[in-house]
């Protein structure tokens, strides 16, 4: 019988710690999301980053796993912790220097006939830092708002310290976050990077 319904979270580990949990080896499985243009994606899904990590595949163990196979089907879904694109001249390149904890990937979608609004970049709600100190990068923590072309070029933070983002038009985003214990809007341009705040305020009545 299944276990109660756990939100996601990565755990921090520090490779120079004596505690042997803290010297946990961090592995990887390696699931293909996408193909954009010729680029491969690939989602990297771990249950650890390591502080102060800079991304070599070499430092720790690699797992592949294919698209179909059961060694897939049966295995349970880690957190995706970084994204890999390989380009047609199979020149591999990293969205981030050092793993993070990724909430959510939306890949770009060039297809005109989807009527439903969508994108033409990448975007990605990310998780950085422990903000609260227990450990573990999740739902708890900041997360800010990255976008990149649809090869991983070009990365650019949208916004810090959202709450939630929604696609309201092609390439338009309205993006949610506290701020001094109210909720702001913010409509974001995805082509021309303009943000604009939403007057929604609620004045009181006298």
């Not at 491969?40 to 070599?56: A, P």
């Not at 904890?101 to 422990?130: C, E, G």
Request: proline letters at 2%; a negative charge; aromatic letters at 8%.
């Amino acid at each position: 019988m299944a276990g109660p319904w756990q939100p996601p979270q990565v755990k921090v580990v520090d490779p120079d710690a004596k505690d042997g949990q803290s010297q946990a080896v961090v592995e990887y499985v390696k699931v293909h999301a996408d193909k954009i243009k010729g680029t491969h994606i690939f989602e990297l899904q771990s249950d650890y980053i390591q502080s102060g990590f800079e991304h070599e595949m070499k430092s720790g163990k690699e797992m592949s796993v294919g698209l179909h196979g059961s060694s897939y089907k049966s295995r349970r879904r880690m957190s995706i912790v970084n994204v890999m694109f390989v380009n047609n001249d199979n020149i591999k390149s990293m969205l981030f220097e050092r793993d993070v904890m990724i909430l959510n990937a939306r890949y770009a979608d060039f297809n005109q006939k989807n009527t439903l609004p969508r994108v033409t970049f990448n975007l990605f709600s990310v998780v950085s830092k422990d903000g609260n100190g227990n450990g573990v990068l999740d739902y708890e923590d900041n997360q800010d708002l990255y976008r990149t072309l649809y090869n991983g070029q070009q990365r650019m933070r949208i916004m810090e310290n959202i709450s939630d983002y929604e696609i309201i038009d092609i390439d338009l985003l309205l993006v949610s976050r506290e701020e001094e214990g109210e909720v702001q809007f913010y409509e974001c341009d995805l082509q021309s990077g303009h943000i604009r705040k939403l007057n929604t305020e609620i004045k009181a009545a006298k």
